[in-house]
C-alpha cells in the first residue's frame, strides 16, 4: 500500500469523483507554528506506517506584514521554513520507505513567481520595507532552492527518495484574497476563462508524485508535467548550501549537509 502525505490547507483540496482503495485520514498541522508540525510529526510516527509520498502544498499569498508563531515573517515562515522542517523531520521515514523498485518521493509546490524573486540571505525576515509581493517571491525561491539542494544530497548517499518542484500555474483558489483588488475583479469575472480549476492545478503535483516515468528522478521544476527550466540562480549549488545551513539554524535542526560534497 502507498502512503501519501499532504500537505495543505482545506480551501486548496477539494476530493471529488474519486475513489480510493484505501481511506483517507486528516491531521492538523499548523505550519506556521514549528511545535505544532513536531506535535504532527510525532502522530504520524505512532501511527507505525510506511511514507512514500510527501507533497509540501500549503501556503499564504500576499499576507499583510505579519508573524507566525515562531516570530518569523509568514510567508517565509509558513510557506518555506514550515515545509523544510517538516521535510526533515520526516525525512528517515521516506527513506525507510522507498525500494529500487519504488522510490518515495517529496514534491514541493513553488510558483512561477519565484522568477521574479530575489534571496536577499541578509533580509530573509523582509524587514527592510516589507511587500508582500516581494516576500511571497522570495519564499517561492527558496523553496526550489531547498528542493534542489535535497535532492543533492539523497543522489549522494545513494537513497530512494527523490525531491522534484511542482508549479501548477495560475489556479482560481481563494488564495487570491489578499490580491490586487484589480487582480480580484479579473479573477471574479474571467477566472473561468484565465485560470486553471483546483483540479487543474494539482495535476502537475500528482504527476510529480506517481508518473512512473520520474521513478528515481529528481532535481527537476515541472510545469504542466513536464520539466522546465527554473531561475539560473535557483541552480547555484553555494546558495543552496547557504539557505540549507541557515535554515537549520533558524529550525535548529542538525545540519548534515557534506561540505565536502559540495565543494
Known sequence: MT????????????????????PVEFLFCDLASMRSIREFVQQF?????????L????GVMLVPERKTKDGFEEHFGLNYLG??????????????????????????????THYVGELDMDDLQSSNGYSPH?????????????SYHLQGLLASE????TSNVADPGVVNTDLYRHAFWGTRLIKKL?????????????????YAAVAPELEGIGGHYLYNEKPTASLQVTYDKQLQR???STSCKMTGILDVTQDAFWG
Open 83 to 112: 515545509h523544510f522542517l517538516l521535510t526533515n523531520l520526516l525525512l528517515d521515514l521516506l527513506k525507510q520507505s522507498g525500494s529500487p523498485s519504488h522510490g518515495a518521493r517529496v514534491v514541493t509546490v513553488s510558483s512561477a
Open 45 to 53: 510516527r505512532e501511527k507505525n506506517i510506511s511514507l512514500h509520498v
Open 242 to 244: 547557504e539557505l540549507w
Open 190 to 206: 474571467f477566472g473561468w476563462l484565465l485560470f486553471k480549476t483546483s483540479e487543474e492545478g494539482a495535476w502537475t503535483s500528482v
Open 55 to 58: 507533497v509540501n502544498n500549503a
Open 134 to 146: 516581494r516576500a511571497y517571491a522570495q519564499s517561492k525561491l527558496a523553496l526550489i532552492l531547498f
Open 3 to 22: 502512503s501519501v502525505l499532504v500537505c495543505g490547507t482545506c480551501f486548496d483540496w477539494k476530493i471529488t469523483g474519486h475513489s480510493f482503495l484505501s
Open 158 to 161: 545513494g537513497s530512494h527518495v
